[in-house]
């Protein structure tokens, strides 16, 4: 695989572990929002299906997601402090750093992120991009391949959501797939991205090349 200058990552279940603590957020938002809650066996099941599919089963309506994330965004800030990076990935981070300029992409808000940021002493990243579309991630990533002047054939997407896969083929860039996070590695893997790794290491055994 060739050299890439720039490494864009996403944020939640790629580099920090947040999607437990998203989960028991999302549960205890149900009763206010008239969404289903997700009990521990269907976990796994949710995994394996892409996101708008996900939202149908939960019964969430769509006109109804920009009010829940911003209730979910508020709260996770006020729990960010428990959340920890995903394993080894700060070692990766700091490694990949030496050799790449480091970017996240995020729906998350731009102040949790930072927050995570400092607390795990992973000031690593040149820049993080925050914006509140859950889907049209595409759109997301061509403004901030446009914003930071970056040009597609120099720039890799890493995700773990089969959107994160979607948006990535839609705007044209390298995608590379982690089966650690939200979808699972079939889920993933149905949607060819170019490649997908099962451990963060194998970031690095890619990338090295």
Same mark, same amino acid.
């Given at each position: 695989?060739?050299?890439?200058?720039?490494?864009?990552? =996403?944020? =939640?279940?790629?580099?920090?572990?947040?999607?437990?603590?998203?989960?028991?957020?999302?549960?205890?938002?149900?009763?206010?929002?008239?969404?289903?809650?997700?009990?521990?066996?269907?976990?796994?099941?949710?995994?394996?299906?892409?996101?708008?599919?996900?939202?149908?089963?939960? *019964?969430?309506?769509?006109?109804?997601?920009?009010?829940?994330?911003?209730?979910?965004?508020?709260?996770?800030?006020?729990?960010?402090?428990?959340?920890?990076?995903?394993?080894?990935?700060?070692?990766?981070?700091?490694?990949?750093?030496?050799?790449?300029?480091?970017?996240?992409?995020?729906?998350?808000?731009?102040?949790?992120?930072?927050?995570?940021?400092?607390?795990? =002493?992973?000031?690593?990243?040149?820049?993080?991009?925050?914006?509140?579309?859950?889907?049209?991630?595409?759109?997301?990533?061509?403004?901030?391949?446009?914003?930071? *002047?970056?040009?597609?054939?120099?720039?890799?997407?890493?995700?773990?959501?089969?959107?994160?896969?979607?948006?990535?083929?839609?705007?044209?860039?390298?995608?590379?797939?982690?089966?650690?996070?939200?979808?699972?590695?079939?889920?993933?893997?149905?949607?060819?991205?170019?490649?997908?790794?099962?451990?963060? =290491?194998?970031?690095?055994?890619?990338?090295?090349?």
């Amino acid at each position: 695989m060739e050299t890439k200058k720039t490494l864009v990552f =996403d944020f =939640d279940g790629t580099i920090a572990d947040t999607l437990p603590r998203i989960l028991a957020i999302s549960n205890r938002l149900a009763p206010d929002f008239g969404y289903r809650q997700v009990p521990d066996n269907e976990i796994e099941m949710l995994r394996s299906v892409r996101s708008r599919e996900a939202l149908k089963l939960l *019964q969430i309506p769509m006109l109804r997601i920009p009010e829940i994330a911003i209730r979910m965004k508020a709260e996770l800030q006020k729990e960010m402090h428990l959340i920890q990076p995903i394993s080894s990935m700060k070692e990766l981070l700091i490694e990949l750093g030496v050799t790449y300029r480091l970017g996240i992409i995020t729906s998350n808000s731009e102040s949790n992120v930072e927050q995570f940021l400092n607390a795990n =002493d992973m000031a690593f990243f040149e820049f993080v991009y925050s914006s509140s579309s859950l889907f049209g991630k595409n759109r997301v990533l061509k403004r901030l391949l446009k914003k930071r *002047q970056l040009q597609r054939e120099d720039t890799i997407y890493i995700g773990d959501e089969t959107r994160d896969v979607d948006a990535a083929q839609k705007t044209g860039i390298d995608m590379i797939a982690v089966s650690w996070g939200a979808n699972t590695a079939d889920a993933l893997a149905q949607l060819n991205p170019q490649h997908l790794i099962h451990h963060p =290491d194998g970031l690095l055994t890619l990338l090295s090349r």
